[in-house]
């Protein structure tokens, strides 16, 4: 079946770049997307793209898609402390529904 | 501007009770989502909408029922609570199907 995998954790020190990855498995997904949750929140919608883009770039953020590879990565820019929450990517495809990661835990030490 | 709406935000029960989480949406969406959120497992789909009048299983809806009267509200019931559905529960809606908003969720515990 459909499934995404992510790492489940991240360290970085503020003013450095994060890389968050993504692997799905399916070929047909014609979004995928990246959402933010802080501790005791839901889930923020940060940016998302087209399954025939190899690229978007949205201020800080930079989402890299290799549809070959079924990989997908989120660079945050110049990382701050307010960054410090759980990251999902998820797949979606024509019918609504989103598989989403088990979630990145990203710590932004000063 | 509201967004998406859940009430309540905290709930606890007993094994057994029945309860109803209720989502309201503002923003004219047709498509709404029930998920659940367990550690390590990320969200899971219990039921969709599609349209007022419609609901649609997900990924795990057993112990689970929907209702879509009005187009604004998707209602989740658990008609006989169980600790296996201790869980966090995101609403979500969308115009398209594609982007979803989410609501700030309800943390159920069931003793």
């Known amino acids: 079946g459909e499934d995404v995998e992510q790492s489940l954790f991240l360290s970085v020190r503020e003013g450095d770049s994060s890389v968050i990855n993504c692997t799905y498995t399916d070929s047909s997904s014609t979004y995928l997307y990246w959402y933010k949750q802080e501790p005791g929140a839901g889930l923020q919608l940060l940016t998302y793209i087209f399954s025939n883009m190899d690229m978007k770039q949205d201020q800080r953020l930079t989402v890299l898609l290799n549809k070959k590879d079924k990989h997908l990565s989120l660079r945050i820019a110049d990382t701050q402390t307010g960054d410090s929450a759980i990251y999902f990517c998820?797949?979606?495809?024509?019918?609504?529904?989103?598989?989403f990661g088990q979630g990145t835990e990203l710590s932004v030490k000063p | 501007n509201a967004g998406v709406t859940q009430t309540p935000k905290f709930r606890v029960l007993k094994t057994g009770q029945s309860m109803t989480l209720l989502c309201a949406q503002d923003m004219n969406h047709e498509y709404m989502y029930w998920y659940r959120q367990d550690p390590g497992m990320g969200l899971r789909l219990i039921h969709y909408?599609?349209?007022?009048?419609?609901?649609a299983k997900g990924e795990v809806p057993d112990g689970y029922n929907v209702s879509r009267l009005k187009k604004q509200n998707f209602l989740l019931g658990l008609e006989s609570a169980a600790p296996s559905q201790t869980s966090v529960y995101f609403c979500?809606?969308?115009?398209?199907?594609?982007?979803?908003?989410f609501g700030a969720g309800t943390r159920l515990s069931v003793l």
């Open positions: 909408s599609v349209g007022e009048g419609t609901t």
């Open positions: 979500a809606s969308g115009d398209d199907g594609n982007i979803q908003y």
């Open positions: 998820a797949e979606g495809n024509q019918g609504g529904k989103l598989i």
